[in-house]
């Protein structure tokens, strides 16, 4: 008679999830979104076959983790900052390439509509600091966090003052009222 693994057998039994590797994963994501944001303004299909290419990778990547690899062990991740902080110079350059492909490629801007190189670098100026101020506006109204992760880090932030830093309570003592 054969012996039926349960599934966390089945699961310790698989490769460990390479936690190391997660610099090339997110290497790789990068890359696309440098494709899709540098060459928006030349190819403006570039964006849709990049949220294309990101589908795959996200949907093969979870598949991998759901077959091939054991659960990771969650933990707390310091280096994603530079990740975050990358993809916006990323966007900072896209936002000068695209507007110098617009405005120094497109004939409506040329010399023989009375266009000069100054009055182009101007509207190249403006243009580039009027989606900046888009990319402002738009960053101060949506909130970086969800209100689920706010709330969850101030239980984290609560439970670790109690049991780690053992912060006392400030409530008054039940015991002094009587």
Request: proline content about 4%; some cysteine; hydrophobic content about 45%.
């Amino acid at each position: 008679r054969m012996y039926k693994f349960s599934s966390a057998e089945k699961e310790y039994r698989m490769v460990s999830y390479d936690v190391d590797g997660m610099s090339t994963r997110y290497l790789e994501q990068i890359i696309i979104f440098g494709y899709m944001t540098f060459f928006v303004s030349a190819l403006p299909c570039s964006f849709a076959l990049g949220v294309l290419a990101m589908m795959f990778e996200c949907r093969g990547e979870l598949w991998m983790m759901l077959h091939r690899y054991q659960r990771p062990v969650p933990q707390k991740v310091e280096s994603i900052n530079l990740w975050c902080n990358i993809m916006e110079i990323m966007i900072v350059l896209s936002v000068c390439t695209n507007a110098a492909v617009v405005i120094f490629t497109m004939p409506t801007f040329n010399n023989s509509h009375g266009y000069s190189d100054f009055s182009r670098m101007g509207i190249f100026i403006l243009f580039q600091y009027f989606i900046f101020l888009i990319q402002y506006t738009i960053g101060a109204i949506i909130p970086d966090d969800p209100i689920e992760v706010t709330i969850q880090r101030q239980r984290t932030e609560f439970i670790t003052s109690k049991l780690i830093d053992r912060v006392p309570d400030n409530n008054v003592d039940p015991l002094s009222m009587l």
